[in-house]
């Protein structure tokens, strides 16, 4: 590894590679993250690093400031010390007598937001020359695990806050200090400065402005001129903003949205798999040597957005198996197009339209006639037919809260469990329309609109939740889409004293409904505990004759006739270690009387990883979520634990045989009509 000065401060950034010769010149791949390289990274850093390494790379993999190895201090998201430390970083890469000034940025969540925000920052003559960037974002308040739909998000934003709170408490690795003296110094320092998690900086932080806004490249897509390839996940929580990128970067930047949970596209246990090293070597040699890889796969010739499009699903058979395999769920399809989408069409469904016109009539210029109308019996409220239904049923409805609306939305960012799962409990609590059985299979590709009209009795942080779900035929209802807003995040499209209109855009979706299959739309008032609810109470009431859904669409033959094909993954090189006690993870949703609790656990397994420091490793995390029936007491209680061991230690002073941390955090996140109450403790 190499240990360097910033020019910017006085501290030293820790970053590893491999040894190269003196004579010659080499690109330079750099991942630039906060976590413990030692601990949380080595086994996947070794799956791909070396690899890069072999084909004519140097791999740079840097810790930063006040992380892991690295001196100094770290106290939140993507700070302007960050960037700057990573512009020095840039650099010191041009100074060194092998490199040959051309540098790739690399990563996944982390290390895919600064990967985009660099080429954001950077000017035209920086080393800088392309990034390839995982599960990231355009913008950081829209589409991030902060907030969505101005709504805090509720079991993401906690869990992320404190898992990353633990992980900041951890030691640098003892390993490149001499004395333990100096060890616990450096440590005792990190933890007098830091020991605060990031969540009340988030909770102050309720509206869209310059603390989101820095870091967002969506703030000027022209200033990022390099090329990006942006990879998205159809189980991940970054999708739409993969599919905005698709439309709004440069021409010469490409996309893929696979199938895949957060995690790499040839590990993800959501398939199918597809070979990304190849393709990652394939971009980096073009843009960093100036030589394409593979002439009959140039990279510069791929469409511009390659997307999977999903057949109707159930959870488990979207899961790979052992050996990588997967049934027959889905195909890749190219879009060259996908940015000016004029080739795109839209349709409608109507909600309890009668054979009068509808109140509004909000549609683009390429709406299909055809409509797919739906209407409510008195007997059932899940009923939608074909046809133009009969007239009826024009009042409002009235949407209560209830506190299993959300049940099964599934964690916000999924790595690898946490899926959605039934949403039956949620459909039979809110107000709720479903189709008969399709004749023919129906394609939604893109961004929804739901049209709603709305009226309340106050319009003070007032929340709405819209889900879309695929009804198989023996029941199961699995979850396509959803969005859920704070109006008051939204302009009205129309207002006056008695309602309001509004549309609201639903997340990206790439979804085919099967024959013999239902839709179903269901409108609530919360999705907790997936997102925090608003503890202001409301009588709200929708009025559905004139609702629209507007969505995007395909026809079969051009995904048919445009399908594309990925190799499958190699065989990745893996280092030696092994889980001595198992891993697990439960959900569980209990009632207490009135009150709903939803229970979340994770154990990580203990690990041994000798390859670093003959290191064991393990976490565990507990998470609960409860309210009552009405939604207005949430309360939140999350415990983290961190543990490592160090086999053995030698310092100068001292030589430990066995040298255990364990890091706990607790924290409790509760609120009223006026403010939220955070309290957290580390021990």
Not at 313 to 333: A, S, Y
Request: proline share 6%.
């Amino acid at each position: 590894f190499a240990c360097f000065n910033t020019n910017t401060t006085d501290v030293e950034i820790v970053g590893g590679g491999e040894r190269v010769g003196e004579e010659e010149k080499f690109p330079v791949i750099l991942e630039y993250l906060p976590y413990y390289k030692d601990i949380l990274t080595a086994s996947r850093d070794y799956n791909r690093h070396p690899w890069f390494t072999s084909h004519g790379f140097v791999v740079m993999r840097v810790e930063m400031r006040g992380t892991g190895g690295s001196e100094g201090f770290y106290y939140g998201e993507y700070l302007a010390t960050e960037m700057q430390d990573c512009s020095e970083v840039l650099r010191f890469i041009t100074q060194q007598s092998w490199s040959n000034c051309k540098v790739g940025m690399y990563g996944k969540s982390w290390g895919g937001f600064n990967g985009l925000q660099m080429a954001y920052l950077e000017p035209e003559e920086s080393p800088l020359k392309t990034a390839i960037s995982l599960y990231s974002t355009d913008n950081r308040y829209t589409d991030d695990i902060h907030y969505e739909g101005g709504c805090p998000i509720g079991s993401g934003l906690l869990s992320w806050s404190s898992w990353m709170f633990a992980m900041n408490a951890l030691p640098p690795p003892p390993r490149i200090f001499k004395t333990k003296k100096e060890w616990f110094q450096v440590w005792l320092s990190r933890l007098e400065k830091t020991s605060k998690s990031y969540m009340s900086s988030w909770t102050n932080q309720q509206l869209p402005g310059p603390f989101w806004q820095h870091g967002s490249i969506d703030e000027d897509y022209d200033k990022v001129t390099i090329p990006i390839l942006a990879i998205g996940g159809l189980e991940d929580g970054y999708t739409t903003a993969a599919e905005r990128m698709a439309r709004k970067l440069n021409s010469s930047s490409k996309v893929i949205i696979g199938p895949w949970v957060h995690n790499w596209p040839d590990v993800s246990v959501t398939g199918p798999r597809i070979e990304y090293l190849e393709l990652c070597l394939n971009w980096f040699t073009y843009h960093l040597k100036g030589v394409h890889l593979v002439e009959d796969n140039r990279c510069t010739s791929w469409p511009r957005l390659q997307l999977f499009v999903r057949n109707s699903f159930k959870p488990d058979e979207i899961l790979c198996t052992e050996n990588g395999d997967i049934g027959d769920i889905g195909r890749f399809v190219a879009f060259p197009d996908w940015v000016e989408r004029g080739r795109i069409v839209e349709e409608s469904i109507q909600l309890l339209t009668d054979d009068t016109s509808p109140n509004i009539n909000i549609v683009s210029d390429n709406e299909m006639v055809n409509v797919l109308h739906l209407s409510r019996s008195v007997e059932n409220l899940n009923t939608l037919t074909r046809e133009a239904p009969e007239a009826g049923c024009v009042e409002p409805v009235q949407l209560l809260n209830h506190p299993l609306q959300g049940a099964n939305s599934g964690h916000w960012l999924r790595i690898d469990w946490g899926f959605s799962g039934d949403q039956t409990p949620s459909i039979s609590n809110s107000v709720s329309f479903s189709s008969e059985p399709l004749d023919t299979p129906l394609v939604m590709i893109g961004v929804s609109n739901f049209i709603v009209i709305l009226s309340a009795s106050s319009w003070r942080r007032v929340y709405l939740s819209v889900k879309i779900s695929d009804i198989h035929p023996d029941g199961f209802a699995g979850l396509v889409t959803r969005c859920q807003y704070d109006l008051n995040y939204l302009e009205p499209l129309k207002s006056d004293p008695k309602s309001r209109t509004y549309s609201l855009p639903l997340r990206f979706v790439s979804h085919c409904f099967m024959p013999g299959h239902k839709i179903c739309i269901s409108i609530s008032p919360n999705n907790f505990p997936l997102m925090w609810p608003s503890l202001v109470p409301c009588d709200l009431h929708l009025h559905p004759n004139s609702c629209k859904l507007i969505y995007q669409t395909e026809s079969l033959d051009y995904l048919i006739k445009n399908t594309v094909t990925f190799p499958p993954p190699r065989p990745l090189l893996t280092l030696p270690y092994r889980t001595t006690t198992p891993n697990s993870n439960s959900y569980l949703v209990t009632h207490i009387g009135e009150r709903v609790k939803f229970v979340l656990q994770e154990d990580s397994g203990l690990e041994y990883l000798p390859h670093t420091m003959n290191l064991k490793h393990y976490e565990l995390s507990h998470e609960s979520y409860e309210c009552d029936s009405d939604v207005t007491t949430a309360l939140a209680k999350i415990h983290q634990e961190h543990c490592v061991i160090f086999d053995k230690l030698e310092f100068s002073d001292t030589c430990e045989k066995e040298v255990g941390v364990r890091i706990r955090t607790h924290q409790v996140w509760s609120g009223d009509a006026d403010s939220y109450s955070l309290e957290e403790k580390l021990v």
